[in-house]
């Protein structure tokens, strides 16, 4: 994404943010008659990307090195994020809130504490969806997880019209139903079962489906943007999420993992921390400017290169005739979500 310059005497650079009050009237538009906007389609490409990335290198951390602990991996990725943001924000490349000014903001508090509580929810979600995601990467191989992980659209779809009564169209029940159907058929032939695997992956749908939906709401409702949401989130789970590798004793583990100082494995580690800071900007990015349901489309659509390279790298499911139907079936029916959503129906 193109950096934005700001309009101060003093041009600084100011990287994309979402800003929910611009571009209504429709000139920021991909096309004439499309319900995504320019920006928006930005948007979920670099989540697309980043999130193939990511999903490589947690699951190389995770299972080539066998690294113990997810929960510290998260702990890593958050304290990182909350580095790159402070960094950033001191330096005035970024603002936190839609419409701060920059230039002549001296303040060391980027947020109000009334901000900050309001976050508190979403901070709560996005902890548990970070918790899931990463202790589901290591029980099932990457092509079994991508193909269950579709699903998630179905309970995004529920957690939107429980919180928000959203309803979808014909033709978007229809493109869900092709995915989830899809996703059933590739599974049938994995002959790696795993109960417990197969259940913290639908766990982790869930969580994924509440976070979500929290952050389409938090994030119209509190004035921040992208990075201030983040912030939020890092200052707000840091600590908590310290305490509990504490007391887990996910720490110690980590001090006498025997491949802690490794080249590799530090290349991998600090990979994993620089992805998971783009992609939960772009995570925030696509969900306020897009929907829900979208990102979690867009989780789907970016599967087919993970689903590629997890086997080439990991190896794992083989694709036999039922798992290539089952697959083109949820393939197609992202795209035909897409094409809905681009067409504007």
């Not at 995504?36 to 299972?63: D, H, I, P």
């Not at 191989?141 to 979808?168: A, G, H, K, W």
Request: with cysteine.
């Amino acid at each position: 994404m193109s950096l934005k310059v700001s309009n101060s005497s003093e041009n600084k650079p100011m990287l994309p943010v979402s800003d929910p009050g611009r571009n209504h009237d429709g000139t920021d538009k991909l096309f004439k008659g499309s319900a995504m906007t320019k920006r928006g389609a930005y948007a979920a490409v670099s989540y697309m990307s980043c999130a193939v990335l990511l999903v490589m290198f947690n699951k190389a951390a995770l299972s080539s090195y066998n690294f113990p602990s997810a929960n510290v991996i998260t702990l890593l990725q958050m304290v990182c994020s909350c580095c790159f943001l402070y960094v950033l924000r001191r330096s005035r490349i970024i603002s936190f809130s839609a419409g701060e000014s920059l230039i002549s903001d001296n303040s060391t508090k980027f947020v109000s504490w009334n901000t900050l509580k309001h976050t508190l929810p979403l901070s709560g979600a996005y902890l548990l969806y970070m918790l899931v995601t990463m202790e589901s990467v290591r029980g099932v191989n990457v092509p079994m997880y991508t193909t269950l992980r579709r699903t998630t659209v179905v309970f995004t779809m529920i957690v939107e019209f429980l919180l928000v009564q959203q309803r979808y169209s014909p033709s978007v029940i229809f493109s869900v139903g092709l995915i989830v159907i899809g996703a059933l058929i590739a599974g049938v032939r994995d002959f790696s079962f795993d109960a417990y695997g197969y259940s913290i992956v639908f766990l982790a749908n869930f969580t994924t489906a509440i976070y979500l939906a929290t952050i389409s709401r938090i994030g119209k409702t509190s004035g921040l943007n992208s990075f201030g949401l983040m912030w939020c989130n890092g200052i707000i789970c840091g600590p908590v999420l310290l305490i509990w590798t504490l007391i887990r004793g996910d720490l110690k583990m980590t001090i006498n993992f025997p491949y802690l100082f490794s080249p590799g494995f530090m290349v991998v580690l600090l990979f994993s921390c620089i992805l998971a800071f783009f992609l939960n900007y772009c995570i925030f990015l696509n969900t306020t400017l897009n929907s829900a349901v979208t990102q979690t489309i867009c989780g789907n659509l970016k599967d087919l290169f993970t689903i590629g390279l997890g086997w080439v790298i990991f190896g794992g499911l083989p694709f036999d005739f039922w798992n290539i139907i089952g697959q083109l079936l949820g393939f197609g029916g992202s795209g035909l979500y897409a094409y809905y959503k681009l067409m504007g129906k």
